[in-house]
Each structure stands twice: as C-alpha cells, then as structure tokens.
C-alpha cells in the first residue's frame, strides 16, 4: 500500500510535537512541513487552505489514490492511534479511556496556557530575546499551575503512566508541554511534592520518540 504522512506546522509547537509524538511511537514515516505561525504577515495562504482558522498543525494522509486532510489536534490524535498499525495507544477499557480523555482536556484548558506562555515563555523564552520576563503574570499563573500538576498527579494514582500501565495520548501531550515547562526554575518547585509525576517525566523524556522531536530550543 502505498501512502504517505505530512504534519503541517512547526517543530517549536507543542500541538505539532504531539501529534509528531503519536506518529513516532506508532513508528508511521512522516514528514514535517514547517510552517511559522508567528511569521510576519501571519499565517500562510497554504496553511488557511488547510485550517481556515490559521492554527497548527495540519495532517494529511495520502493512501494510494485518495488523500484525507484533518485539523484539531485531538482528532488528529485519535486518527493516528486508530488508522493505523502499531502500539495502541488509547486505553481499551472504557474508565480508562475516559480518564485519558479527562487528562488531555485538563492539559489542553488549562495547563498548557499556564505552563507553556504564563510561565516558559516569560521565564525561559522572553530572556533569551532580550524581553525581562513579566514577573506579575508568572506570580499569577503558580497557583494555577500548582493546581495542574495537583490534578494530574491525583488522576494518574499509581501509574506509571498518567492514564494506567500503559503509555497513552495523555503522555504524549503531557511530554510536549513538559518539555518546555520543566525548564524553568517554578517547575523544580511546583513538582517536588508530587514523586509519582517526578518519576513519570524521567521515564518518558528518556523516550525515543522524545529524543527524535526535540524542540529546536530545547
């Protein structure tokens, strides 16, 4: 069968980086169409074309004659797991599954904001481009973040993975915004009470899949 796998969007993108995620530990060959959001003149007339509302990534999967195209990252998630061959990665059991599903909406509404532009981004990515980080707006944001990583560290009990014994799309999410929020002195903080969370992000960024997406700052 011959087909053929692209991601549009761009390395830097956490939502990229999940789905990029999904493809490398079901080991599907893909290749990534960077795209830059924040490019002067804003998003590109290709990216549009794709996703009307000019966010990333874009996914599209061509199989012999006929050519699919999906945007939403949670949909474009389950396509991957479900289309497919490979490790599953949703949960079969129907509480499980529900709790993976609860995980990657607490991730996508609220942690991902505040630990990702309330606190990297301030803390980690301003410096670094000459802008002092907004002290105000990082205070504001900890007791939310705290709140975060109380809830997934609650819902993910005894582990190892957030969603039960095995890895899940929770994880996958949950590894692209880690990697940028565990670079910030407020992470070392906010995670030191919760060991089974501690534990989980040393098991998951010694992944391959993690290694071969590594963000270009990183």
Known sequence: MDQQV????????????????ALEEKNIPYR???IDVFA?????AELLQRQPFGRIPAFEHRQDNAVF?????????RYVDEAFPGPQLQPAEPMRRARMNQLLSILDNYAYRTLVWDI?????????????????????????GRTCLDAISALMGAGPWLAGAHISL???????????????????????????LQRWWQQI??????RRTVYPNE
């Open 6 to 21: 692209t991601v549009f969007g761009a390395a830097y993108s956490v939502y990229v980086r999940s789905v990029r995620l």
């Open 32 to 34: 990534l169409n960077e």
């Open 170 to 196: 929770a994880d996958l999410h949950a590894a692209a915004i880690f990697a940028y929020f565990m670079q910030t002195p407020e992470a070392g903080t906010l995670i030191r009470s919760h060991d089974g």
């Open 40 to 44: 002067p003149g804003g998003p590109p």
């Open 205 to 210: 960024r010694q992944r391959d899949s993690l």
């Open 69 to 77: 195209t999906l945007y939403e990252t949670a949909a474009i998630l």
């Open 120 to 144: 990297y981004v301030e803390r980690v990515s301003h410096p670094k481009e000459g802008v002092p980080s907004d002290e105000v707006r990082i205070a504001a944001a900890l007791p939310l």
